[in-house]
């Protein structure tokens, strides 16, 4: 049956499958422990960061100077204590141009009211990394008991800005989560937290995103008629105080009553916004879609691995107007590999391909572009019974 599979999606693919060309893998974790929840980001020189956690919780991050072709020895965030690891949930790192870093995770809650309920904390650094104060709760009011699947991003006056998914609700009867927002401001810390969307798929991982133009944009599985749960997008051009209402990016009408565990993708650039998504509804596995007109029509969706297993997508945009987009799917319980396109701004694909061998075990990627044709992905590798983030430049089609 597995090989079944694998022939049906090589027929689907054969017209633009070509291997990527990369370089050497590199191992940024600890190998005596295990590690997971690769996150990627800048730093406020422009220098490349990714971070990720070990057990048991402690998260860390490695600089890279020269665009991912090296990196710096891991440092420790040693504030963060009990940092759950969780690759939907993971750990995220903010680089301010004040000079202040703001790493923010998750930890359980153990609230007998939700047996999954965590809570978000997060720490600041005011010297670039040097020192770290003392982590606070990302939520102060006491009705708040579950907070996850948060997203940070940075707003063009150097705040950063955070969305985040809560147990508070108008209605507390109806299924899913409110999506909330904050920002920092003129106090230390996040302030002028309000809810910005109701009835959202309350185990997906959300998705913010600030534009070239100073928009914010916000997209999450939404709860719909309270069956289907589908990707929505909205988009504030007021710094995040109000949105416009969510919109489905795809009428996938998936009907499902639990939690997929996978949250969407976005990115813009000239040739509009970009999204990436995994549903089981009209077709499964992971596919794809843009919009030219900021959110209000969306292309019709293209499947880009039709393996239900195919999930956690990821995108990011390039020179040229190109969008790279990758993801993890899964033939069999024993493996699982990472698939990568490359997309021209109007959709087309260049090429695509994996970046890891079908027979090994890596998920959970994250990517950056990284220098001229070129982009850096990050990843969760499993070897044996350790797991360790890695990371490889890949090289693109000039």
Not at 110 to 117: G, Q, T
Not at 129 to 157: C, H, I, M
């Amino acid at each position: 049956m597995r090989y079944g599979i694998i022939l049906i999606f090589a027929a689907f693919t054969a017209c633009t499958t070509q291997p990527f060309s990369s370089g050497s893998e590199i191992i940024l974790s600890d190998t005596s422990r295990n590690a997971s929840c690769a996150y990627m980001t800048r730093d406020a020189h422009g220098q490349l960061v990714i971070s990720w956690v070990e057990e048991p919780g402690h998260l860390m991050y490695a600089v890279s100077a020269d665009e991912g072709k090296s990196f710096a020895a891991a440092r420790p965030v040693p504030a963060a204590i009990g940092v759950q690891a969780h690759a939907e949930n993971m750990p995220k790192l903010v680089f301010r141009p004040n000079g202040e870093v703001i790493a923010m995770y998750g930890v359980q809650s153990n609230d007998p009211r939700n047996k999954y309920a965590g809570k978000v904390f997060y720490t600041r650094s005011v010297d670039g990394g040097a020192n770290w104060l003392p982590a606070e709760p990302l939520v102060k009011d006491t009705a708040s008991y579950d907070q996850r699947y948060f997203d940070l991003a940075l707003l063009p006056s150097g705040e950063a800005a955070v969305i985040w998914l809560d147990n508070r609700k108008p209605d507390p009867k109806k299924e899913g989560s409110t999506v909330y927002l904050a920002t920092t401001g003129r106090e230390p810390g996040f302030q002028q937290e309000h809810p910005v969307a109701e009835t959202a798929c309350q185990c997906c991982r959300t998705v913010l995103y600030v534009d070239e133009q100073g928009a914010v944009h916000a997209a999450f599985r939404d709860i719909i008629h309270d069956t289907i749960r589908d990707m929505v997008h909205m988009v504030s051009t007021d710094r995040g105080r109000t949105f416009s209402p969510p919109v489905r990016i795809s009428p996938d009408n998936w009907a499902i009553n639990g939690c997929p565990h996978t949250g969407p993708a976005l990115v813009k650039n000239k040739q509009g916004l970009h999204f990436a998504w995994f549903t089981m509804g009209g077709g499964k596995g992971v596919f794809y879609c843009r919009s030219v007109d900021n959110g209000i029509t969306y292309t019709r969706k293209e499947n880009i691995s039709a393996l239900p297993t195919a999930k956690h997508p990821q995108l990011t945009a390039l020179q040229q107007d190109h969008v790279a987009l990758v993801w993890d799917e899964a033939a069999d319980t024993s493996s699982s590999r990472i698939g990568m396109q490359l997309k021209d701004g109007a959709g087309k694909t260049i090429r695509a391909g994996f970046i890891t061998p079908a027979a090994g075990y890596a998920n959970f990627p994250v990517l950056k572009p990284a220098g001229k044709q070129m982009v850096l992905v990050a990843y969760k590798k499993r070897e044996g019974m350790r797991e360790k983030v890695c990371a490889q430049l890949v090289q693109l089609p000039q």
